[in-house]
């Protein structure tokens, strides 16, 4: 795949559209395509994964992993995970998996293994102006977006979807990080998990969790939510919150949309297939034997292996079997089998797994709030609504009778509900924001702003201060010219019953960052969005078809939605027999040339068929000595330059008023009413903790609890009298090496050593037993962890940031002043100062009470507090 192919196949949709838009009028009103930038780009992106089927998985990886330059405005920077960090992460899935899905995934080695000289990357995503701001007070920041990004788990990159991860950062003011992580099928499951886990864990060595907020779009919407679960079932810090954009859930497709054709939608009906090759399709059961057959042979292995006494590492013929599992399904009377694995990301035995189809978990409650946003014409529409009621009401939407064992049974009864945003945007494609430069998709970003807004703050009981760009933002109140209905006008009549309701509502439009959120009734707030971005009422659960399915339906492969993939399957494999036949006769080669089964892993160790690791010996002999360099994308940055267009106007905008930064808007306490506090989860966490929860892992070596107030206490009893010296991670526990930063990220913050005689009581500085140690440094922009060189401490402070970027002045208010001005104040240390001025920063209240020298105060979001709670966690 090339630029100029894509261009020719991909310029008749695009024209085609353009005439059959204006000459079609009357069929698209009243849906986002009477928009015509998002009508092109809904054909653009169909037509392209149309075009994309008839290349290998190879080319089409090859093609969205391009190098794509970044704007001029946009700072970018490359970072490396830690092996430690890797393996720490792979500790926490074993003990998560247990035996029987070790067993089920085929090892604990393989899944290890990564290409050579091919580290966990993570890319850096910040305004260029933000990140200058930071660097005058030097800190790590206190918003933080930790972006999976999609792809069906075999395609994108963070290239590619730079363009939307870097608008988020904009609206929130945030850093974004976006980990590369391993793609399917070349590495299935739990290959990306492991991946996307150890980033979290090598962020929160380094940030308190609460300035985290996680996100992902489609399949890394699905990923976001099995790392939370695996998380929060191993006792580790939860973030702030996570964010949904049409998250894959259901790999097994049983929910009743995706037996439609979805006009709306750009993903195939049929599934994703692609021209034959090493990578996809694998061998089905009847190759694998032949494969086993051709690979004992070469190990001088008798066909009888399976008898007893026989010694091979040769996976038996029930553990191919295994591997390759078939479906059996009636369709118009006739007894179909399907013998080839349907989803990439894994073998059909596992799309039932409930790390891989989180709708098939036994609970998805007690986890940190999440917004979760549905196109209304998509595939996948129903297994997200169906998610999001079973977050917010778990006991409601158990999973089938097989899935409930003792242990199930405990979770269920351990978790309280999740708080859940759920949005149904009327008649928009999977993953809106990727038409980023359409009308619809600006209101999406500023939804996901305004709840991650209200998520960080409340985490943190620290105002937080965000961008208000209605005033020059590209979106107004007036409809466009494409338009064929007006803002403010009654819902139209040509919505589904099941978007429809009469329930009335107070919050009539999607709001800016920093907006009030609505109350959360029974854990929920259900909004069904027009185009426009007006609010309305979501019909009920009752009259939502994703609701109303069986329990015992949930996860079981419908048969509508096989024979489109099996009609789809027949054709590819007419049309490309050839290709396939040569693809088999080099499995067979390198099955007689090495170990094909195992890939040299030892004995207990089944990769997928379409693993890499079966053929490691293979690749590592070709990239022997060899370093690819990307290539820049043409059309990958075509397109992201149409995607960022919207925030190169606004950064024009801003220039030609003269603001260095656009006005902030102020959150009254009280909005989101009905949600969970953060601390509930941090106390949910250690409870977890304290009950075994991470046992078998520590013993393993691996993830221990952040902030576990009783392990910080015999710490301290421990080492009573030793000092503090370096920086400790907050995952583990354990000190780390002390390195330097690079010039372009100094430490997060400057920090002054308290001595033992210095250090107030923790009564008087309001410290709670657990962080009393000899020797303290003082908190950071964090605001509740102890900073010692720039990485969070796993015990808290409980207390408010010092730094004067973060204190604001309230007129009126009594946040600022009197005890609660006492109570933010940092103690001096030896020489008198305080932290803020060996910091250079805040050296008088004067500077304190205004935010910074010769600044005016800003306008911040509160979190949502009633007056009791106003005051800083940890005060009497």
Known sequence: MHTTGVGLAVAPAVVSTFFSHYLNR?????????????????????????????????????????????????????????????????????NHLGPDGLRRVGGEKWWQWRKPKSPLKAEWIEMKADYEERQKNPDAGTRIMLYVHGGAYYIGSVDEHRYQIQRHARKLKARALAPRYRLAPQFPFPCGLQDCLATYLHLISQQDPSTVILAGDSAGGGMVLAMLVVLRDSGIPLPAGAVLLSPWCDLTHSFPSLAGDAPLDYIPPSGFHHKPSMAWPPPNQEELEELRKVAMAQKGVKSSNDEPGVATTLPSTEEVARTAPRLTFTIDGEQVEVKEQIQMYTTNDLLTHPLVSPVLQPTLGGLPPLLIMVGGGELLRDEQIYLAHKCANPSAYLPPEEFLDDRATELINKYKPTDVQLQVWDDMCHVGPTLSFTRPAKFMYRSVAQFAAWALARAQKTPVDILNDGDISIVSDSPSTSDNEKPGQPKDTHSSPQQQSTTPTSHTSIGHAGDPLPPFESHMIRQRVTRHGEILPLAPPSELPGCCMARDLVGVVKVDTARKWLDHRRRWDTRYYRVRARVHSTRLREAAAGPYFDGGFGEGEVPPPSALARRRWVIEEELAGKEKRKEKGFGLSWWSGWGSKHDKVIMRREERVGMKRVPTQVVEGGEGKGAREFEELEEQAREVREEGGVKKAEESGSVVAADDEAGAEKKKEEDEGADITGPVDMATGEAKDQQQPPEDHPNPTSTATITAADQPSPKEDNISDESHNDDLTVTGVTGKRVMI?????????????????????????????????AARTPPPDAAGLTACDTGGQCTDDKVRETGEAGEKPKSVVEPGLDKEKELPRGKL
């Open 789 to 821: 060189g720039g990485v969070a401490t796993p015990f808290s402070l409980r207390k408010e940031p010092d730094t004067a970027s973060m204190v604001t002045l309230e007129s009126g208010s009594g946040v600022v002043g009197g005890e609660a001005a």
């Open 26 to 94: 009357k069929h698209l009103a009243h849906k986002p395509t009477s928009h015509l930038s998002y009508h092109q780009g809904l054909a653009l992106v169909r037509a392209f994964l149309d075009y994309a089927s008839h290349h290998t998985v190879e080319d089409v990886q090859a093609f969205t992993s391009q190098w794509v330059p970044h704007p001029q405005w946009v700072r970018v920077d490359q970072v490396e995970v830690p092996e430690a960090d890797l393996s720490r992460a792979a500790d926490l899935l074993i």
